[in-house]
């Protein structure tokens, strides 16, 4: 069955660094255009990075761009969020995304908290 799994979410300082992981199985990952998002407590989810299906194309929120990076390996069907210069206002629920022509999948969300 269609899974996507997330990692790498955790506590951490003001401007320090996490990576995130999601992990796809059960369809063909080569295929679909891959995305973080994240939720915060009383907002709503919003989109962090995208990437398309290959790698060649990105976008970011205006807020992460310059501080957060998305990547793929498709051979690993993994998608990446590495994130540098933390704030405590990224601090949410981030879920990965996977989505072709309008239809897709959602991972069950890492928590991030940044905070001293």
């Known amino acids: 069955q269609v899974q996507l799994v997330e990692s790498g979410g955790g506590l951490v300082q003001p401007g320090g660094s996490l990576r995130l992981s999601c992990a796809a199985s059960?369809?063909?990952?080569?295929?679909?255009?891959m995305s973080w998002y994240r939720q915060a407590p009383g907002k709503e989810r919003e989109l962090v990075a995208a990437?398309?299906?290959?790698?060649?194309?990105?976008n970011y929120a205006t807020s992460v761009k310059g501080r957060f990076t998305i990547s793929r390996n498709n051979v690993k069907n993994t998608v990446y969020l590495q994130m540098n210069s933390l704030k405590p206002e990224d601090t949410a629920v981030y879920y990965c995304?996977?989505?072709?022509?309008?239809?897709?999948?959602w991972g069950q969300g890492t928590q991030v908290t940044v905070s001293s």
């Open positions: 995304n996977a989505d072709r022509s309008g239809s897709g999948y």
């Open positions: 059960g369809f063909t990952f080569s295929s679909y255009y």
């Open positions: 990437i398309s299906n290959r790698g060649a194309s990105t």
